[in-house]
């Protein structure tokens, strides 16, 4: 028999958003607040630097790693903006957007029979990726009463100490949940406790509005037990570039680089080019499109309140997650579609604790936010 | 930013979000966003508000032009003195003193070449105080006060995506 699935793809279902992603593409005058990724283009001159690569006809394969110029900024920003100390030779491993370093790490650290506890509601890739490891999953979910935080209370509920890898998201894709490194202390003593290593996905690390991100990595006694997952798809607005990296202790990139030296050989070279520009010269961009973010952050959590439709107050990425008027977010989500078209996703898409929620992007324009929000409004009433 | 900042911020991006719509975005009351809005305006740093137009896409023919402009001083003549007195002309839409190979840049609309052109040289040129005008006419404008004029950045996202 040709082409039968191994059992651990068997058991990794096709991906929830898929539903919307049908329903919004048969409407015309859609407005999407579903999306994941930023409305801007990325910065002229990262694009301009990625354009004139290619002129230069710089299209190779770079070292497995990354190109060095591009590690030693990657190294310098981590230092300077996060307190993350990391030695560009062996410590930082560029990749293929964010995502291909998570699929590395849950290989690299994985036996059939481990165990990956994910605090959820989360990014849609984590669970299918320490799935087709061959690793179990244990779910922990967060609570609104936390603000969609982690903390020790739901750590333990979980049973999360029993698993060997903890994997977290903060600011967090779908809640826009950020953390402090207050909220963070009881969860590093959890993870040391219990002797876990820590999976921290930072890709919304630039986005942060109420405070600075802290990295549980700089928390005592977690750098040695840390990978982090970072990237420039959200702060550089690069999500079709497709560059991320890692990362962690020498001894954890060198054995994620075996996987990825042989699978991947290097990331794309026109982006590695456009990161070494934006890290050089695009500081300000990023500055721009945070603010811009947060105005409509604002915006978005006034319109809600005004609804008198309950948000706890997200601080980080570019989500809002109010609660589903409805008591069935499936039903709500596809009636908004059909008859209001705009297109938000059901909170429990995104895992265990979303559940009686809607993930809200405002990674659009304030004019379509305003015409969204106005219907939703008709919608409800 | 504090709040003045803000304000300014966001109607240098859109002079026309409401008050409402800004108090929105900054988490401020109504009340407070007025009253900044009057303070910024009585202050002098709001002088006004206007449409970025496309002037070709109009039915109406308008001409541009650029002036550079030399200038003499003397004992009682001074730059604001020249551009006092050039301001007051409705043909001059901006008028600026820069560094440089020249004093003034001056900006002039008018319905036709010719006419920009008599402006100049019978308003403009006989002014005693100008000893050089080099006129440059607008052929085409491809970004204006921040904004390009061109088809813009398409949103081409998935419409839901994880
Ligand atoms: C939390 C989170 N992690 C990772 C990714 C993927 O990032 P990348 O484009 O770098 O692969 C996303 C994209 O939506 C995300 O939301």
């Not at chain 1, 605090?119 to 244990?138: E, I, K």
């Not at chain 2, 006419?115 to 006129?135: G, L, M, N």
Request: glycine share 6%; charged share 25%.
């Amino acid at each position: 028999m040709t082409f039968e699935e191994s059992e651990r793809l068997h058991s990794v279902p096709p991906s929830g958003i898929r539903r919307y992603f049908e329903l919004a593409e048969e409407q015309d005058d859609i407005i999407s607040l579903g999306v994941g990724e930023p409305d801007f283009a990325p910065p002229w001159s990262a694009r301009d630097a990625a354009i004139s690569s290619l002129e230069r006809g710089q299209t190779s394969y770079t070292p497995n790693r990354g190109l060095r110029e591009l590690r030693e900024r990657i190294a310098t920003d981590a230092r300077e903006r996060y307190d993350l100390a990391y030695d560009p030779d062996d410590e930082v491993l560029v990749t293929a957007g964010a995502s291909e370093a998570l699929d590395l790490a849950f290989r690299a650290f994985h036996d059939p029979g481990d165990t990956v506890a994910v605090a959820q509601p989360c990014y849609l890739s984590y669970v299918p990726g320490a799935t087709l490891a061959g690793a179990d999953v244990r779910d922990v979910p967060t609570r609104e009463a936390d603000d969609f935080t982690l903390t020790r209370d739901v750590l333990e509920a979980a049973g999360a100490g029993a698993a060997d890898t903890l994997v977290l998201c903060y600011p967090n894709n779908p809640t826009g949940a950020t953390m402090t490194r207050a909220e963070l202390e009881p969860v590093a003593a959890f993870a040391r406790e219990h002797d876990m290593q820590v999976f921290a996905d930072e890709v919304y690390a630039a986005l942060t509005y109420e405070h600075n991100h802290t990295s549980i990595a700089t928390l005592e006694g977690m750098r040695e037990r840390t990978v982090v997952f970072s990237g420039f798809s959200k702060a550089y607005a690069m999500t079709g570039l497709r560059l991320g990296y890692a990362l962690a202790p020498a001894a954890a990139i060198e054995s994620m680089n075996r996987i990825h030296q042989y699978t991947m050989l290097s990331a794309p070279t026109t982006a590695q080019h456009a990161a070494i520009e934006a890290l050089d010269n695009c500081a300000d961009d990023v500055a721009g499109m945070r603010e811009a973010y947060d105005r409509r952050r604002q915006f978005v959590l006034s319109r809600f309140a005004e609804m008198g439709i309950d948000c706890f107050p997200a601080s980080g990425a570019f989500y809002v997650f109010p609660e589903c008027p409805w008591a069935n977010s499936d039903a709500f989500a596809e009636a908004l579609i059909e008859e209001q078209s705009v297109a938000v996703v059901p909170g429990h898409v995104f895992g265990a604790g979303g559940d009686g929620h809607l993930r809200v992007t405002y990674a659009t324009s304030l004019a379509n936010l305003k015409k969204a929000l106005n219907r939703i409004e008709t919608f409800i009433d | 930013m504090n709040s003045r900042e803000e304000i300014l911020a966001l109607l240098r991006e859109n002079a026309r979000y409401s008050t409402e719509d800004l108090a929105r975005q900054t988490g401020l009351a109504e009340s407070e966003v007025e009253a900044t809005i009057e303070d910024l305006e009585t202050e002098g740093i709001i002088r006004g508000y206007q449409a970025v137009v496309d002037l070709d896409e109009t039915e109406h023919e308008h001409v541009r032009a650029t002036v550079e402009l030399n200038v003499t001083l003397d004992r009682e003549t001074g730059y604001d003195d020249i551009a006092a007195r050039l301001a007051k002309f409705p043909e001059v839409q901006g008028l600026r003193l820069v560094s440089g190979d020249f004093d003034f840049q001056m900006e002039v609309e008018g319905d036709s070449m010719s006419e920009v052109s008599r402006f100049i040289s019978e308003k403009v040129a006989p002014v005693p105080e100008i000893t050089q005008t080099v006129t440059h006419y607008i052929m085409e404008s491809y970004k204006e006060r921040g904004v390009e004029f061109g088809d813009g950045h398409e949103d081409d996202r998935l419409s839901v995506s994880p």
